[in-house]
T-cell receptor, first 114, second 115 residues
Framework: SQTIHQWPATLVQPVGSPLSLECTVE??????LYWYRQAAGRGLQLLFY??????ISSEVPQNLSASRPQDRQFILSSKKLLLSDSGFYLC?????????????FGSGTRLTVV | AQSVTQPDIHITVSEGASLELRCNYS??????LFWYVQSPGQGLQLLLK??????LVQGIKGFEAEFKRSQSSFNLRKPSVHWSDAAEYFC?????????????FGSGTRLQVQP
């Protein structure tokens, strides 16, 4: 069965420090992968998506970057965190096909930048 | 680009009362539509989804949603709310005709249930 792993669950980082969040998917190949962010009291904003290894599309200009070094691995990074990077980060993958399928979300990482 | 509007930021209902959460989307064709629920501090749980066919969709926990093409709406309903339904609800759409296939979410509706 397909599963998605996201870690860490919580993270407290000082302003200016680097960030690396990792997401891995099991049980499928060549999935579309996504990073979303949910700021406090807000909806979910798409940050990045990837349709294949090394293929990253950014949805919003920001302090973050993403990479997909392997088919089922998606990494969210920052060289220097800002206070505004605080939020709940969710990784997702889709098995959406023609009129079927869906999305699976990871359990999320709650990032607090202090 | 598609967009989703959930006009109600916060709704309070009494336990046992009926519930309807509104969702309107903007998209040129018929998108795929989803409703998710998020409990405080938790991830997202899928309630139901619509791709095509019967416009009334049944989901988990007694929820249903009706797709109305003429109104570009996909409202979520439940005939009798339980205290455990208190959570945040997100409507989402996806354009199935692109490789991107990313969900676009509404801003959410926070449901409070009074005893």
């Amino acid at each position: 069965s397909q599963t998605i792993h996201q870690w860490p669950a919580t993270l407290v980082q000082p302003v200016g420090s680097p960030l690396s969040l990792e997401c891995t998917v099991e049980g499928t190949s060549n999935p579309n992968l996504y990073w979303y962010r949910q700021a406090a009291g807000r909806g979910l904003q798409l940050l990045f998506y990837s349709v294949g290894i090394g293929q990253i599309s950014s949805e919003v200009p920001q302090n973050l970057s993403a990479s997909r070094p392997q088919d089922r691995q998606f990494i969210l990074s920052s060289k220097k965190l800002l206070l505004s990077d605080s939020g709940f980060y969710l990784c997702a993958w889709t098995w959406l096909a023609s009129k079927s399928g869906g999305y699976t979300f990871g359990s999320g990482t709650r990032l607090t930048v202090v | 680009a598609q967009s989703v509007t959930q006009p109600d930021i916060h709704i309070t209902v009494s336990e046992g009362a009926s519930l309807e959460l509104r969702c309107n989307y903007s998209y040129g064709a018929t998108p795929y539509l989803f409703w998710y629920v998020q409990s405080p501090g938790q991830g997202l749980q899928l309630l139901l989804k619509y791709f095509s066919g019967d416009t009334l969709v049944q989901g988990i926990k007694g929820f249903e949603a009706e797709f109305k093409r003429s109104q570009s709406s996909f409202n979520l309903r439940k005939p009798s709310v339980h205290w455990s339904d208190a959570a945040e609800y997100f409507c989402a759409v996806v354009n199935p005709d692109t490789g991107r296939r990313a969900l676009t979410f509404g801003s959410g509706t926070r449901l409070q249930v009074q005893p």
